[in-house]
């Protein structure tokens, strides 16, 4: 950024050195800018109709003494909730993608933090793992992190077998701390592996949104990691299974 301008600047290698190319992308990054506020403002205008009108859903479905009409109702209610999920989804990734987002570091007891989020999976069929050590810490933005995580164990459970396992380990190679999240579920077939950590990326489409997927978890645990100084990776197989690594700095308070 220089004054009002912002560069990109490339360096490209040639035979007699390097050509470097200076790119002038003011306008680029203001359009970026603009687009990620409209996706801002117009997911903040839609909550509160949204919450009304499951308000409304919720009341009349109480009422209402007809099998077929309550049906109707919940289904309704359910498109409405997928809804609620998608503006909700929306507006943590532009504020992610916003720059202004700052982190609020403090000492997290994993171990914990991971209990928290298996605590919302009571009623699922499969097997939670917390093999977390006790005592388990690191630093990290809480909330965060809780949201990186709840979208990755959420991910495990909904794409799992009946039956299944998910697993929750960490440990540290003395500059990561590497949070591991493995499912023994359906698995992502490699042609979509590259791609799944794009935004509205879906391996099967369908299946995704029967489950109540938004298609944007993936990029908020991306965004979590990155804003952290992090990454993220995973492997799978086909009908086997997934792990997804998380790799966070190892920071002090
Ligand atoms: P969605 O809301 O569709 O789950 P995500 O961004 O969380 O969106 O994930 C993108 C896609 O990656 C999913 O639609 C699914 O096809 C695939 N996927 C993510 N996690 C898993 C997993 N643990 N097992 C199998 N497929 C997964």
Do not use: C
């Amino acid at each position: 950024v220089l004054g009002e301008k912002t560069y990109r600047i490339k360096a490209f290698p040639s035979v007699q050195g390097f050509w470097i190319r200076i790119e002038d992308i003011t306008r680029y990054v203001a359009y970026e800018k603009s687009k990620r506020e409209f996706v801002a403002n117009a997911s903040h205008e839609l909550r509160t109709p949204l919450s009304v009108i499951l308000g409304i859903l919720e009341t009349l479905y109480e009422e209402e003494n007809s099998q077929e009409k309550k049906a109707l109702i919940e289904k309704a209610i359910r498109r409405a909730k997928a809804m609620q999920n998608l503006v909700e989804d929306l507006l943590i990734l532009a504020r992610l993608e916003s720059r202004e987002e700052k982190l609020i570091l403090e000492s997290i007891d994993l171990r914990q933090l991971v209990e928290e989020i298996f605590d919302m999976y009571t009623d699922f069929p499969v097997k939670l793992i917390n093999s977390v050590q006790e005592n388990y810490t690191l630093v990290a933005d809480r909330k965060k992190l809780f949201t990186l995580l709840k979208n990755l164990v959420d991910n495990a459970v909904k794409y799992n077998k009946e039956e299944g396992l998910v697993e929750v380990k960490a440990y540290s190679d003395g500059t990561w701390h590497k949070i591991e999240v493995k499912d023994t579920g359906i698995g992502i077939p490699r042609v979509h592996l590259p791609f799944i950590f794009e935004r509205f990326y879906r391996a099967d489409p369908s299946r995704s949104r029967d489950l109540g997927g938004t298609g944007l978890g993936l990029s908020i645990v991306k965004h979590i990691a990155l804003l952290h100084g992090g990454k993220v990776e995973v492997e799978s197989k086909e009908g086997e299974g997934s792990l997804f690594r998380v790799y966070l700095p190892i920071l002090s308070e």
